[in-house]
């Protein structure tokens, strides 16, 4: 069965300093992985994506998330938080054999910068 | 180009009445989803919708839900009789295309609150 963990129900960082969101997930075939962040009051927006090629993926707003086949994670990083990247973030996993189109998703980590 | 709307945003019905959820994807997208967030938990998927056709409907937790998608525009999400679980933030998506490497845009959920 496809499965995502989200270890962290919330990571603390000082703005400046750099971050991590973790994410592992499990499939039977090879994976697609999104991220999304949903800021407060907002919907689920899409922030970056695996496919294929390059195992580190770059998205919006500064984020990056590494590919790890053997570690089957997708860690979401960024070099220097800021206080507005203060949200909910959502990795998820698709499995490219699997003929429906849905997205498993982890449980969520929130994630609070201070200043 | 406006994005996936949902209505309303929140909804706070007594237990065994009836809500009706509407989801307006973007235009053009004939890939729809619905999905829902339970008690700060994972965001499970409920069903896809392919134009008017359901394509998978795998996630609906039982009869008391029903999902249409008249003429392969907008659609809604019935629920009735509403039961106390019930609660939660019900999410829809929408994509163009139906490839599993497509990322699916989100409207900003209907929080249902069943009392």
């Known amino acids: 069965a496809q499965s995502v963990a989200q270890p962290e129900d919330q990571v603390n960082v000082a703005e400046g300093n750099p971050l991590t969101v973790k994410c592992t997930y499990s499939?039977?075939?090879?994976?697609?992985l999104f991220w999304y962040v949903q800021y407060p009051n907002r919907g689920l927006q899409f922030l970056l994506k695996?496919?294929?090629?390059?195992?580190l993926v770059k998205g919006s707003y500064g984020f990056e998330a590494e590919f790890n086949k053997s570690q089957t994670s997708f860690h979401l990083k960024k070099p220097s938080a800021l206080v507005s990247d203060s949200a909910l973030y959502f990795c998820?996993?698709?499995?490219?054999?699997?003929?429906?189109?849905?997205?498993?998703f982890g449980s969520g980590t929130r994630l609070l910068v201070r200043p | 180009e406006a994005g996936v709307t949902q209505f309303p945003s929140h909804s706070v019905i007594e237990k065994g009445q009836t809500v009706t959820l509407r989801c307006d994807p973007i235009s053009g997208h004939d890939n729809l989803y619905w999905y829902r967030r339970v008690m700060g938990k994972e965001i499970k998927f409920l069903l896809h919708f392919v134009k008017e056709s359901k394509q998978d409907e795998s996630g609906m937790p039982n009869n008391r839900f029903l999902a249409e998608r008249t003429g392969g525009t907008y659609s809604t999400l019935k629920v009735q009789p509403a039961e106390l679980e019930d609660s939660g933030v019900y999410f829809c998506?929408?994509?163009?295309?139906?490839?599993?490497?497509?990322?699916?845009?989100f409207g900003q959920g209907t929080r249902l609150t069943v009392v």
């Open positions: 695996y496919i294929t090629g390059d195992n």
């Open positions: 998820a996993v698709r499995d490219k054999m699997d003929s429906s189109y849905k997205l498993i």
């Open positions: 998506a929408s994509s163009q295309f139906p490839r599993s490497n497509t990322e699916a845009f």
């Open positions: 499939v039977s075939g090879n994976p697609y």
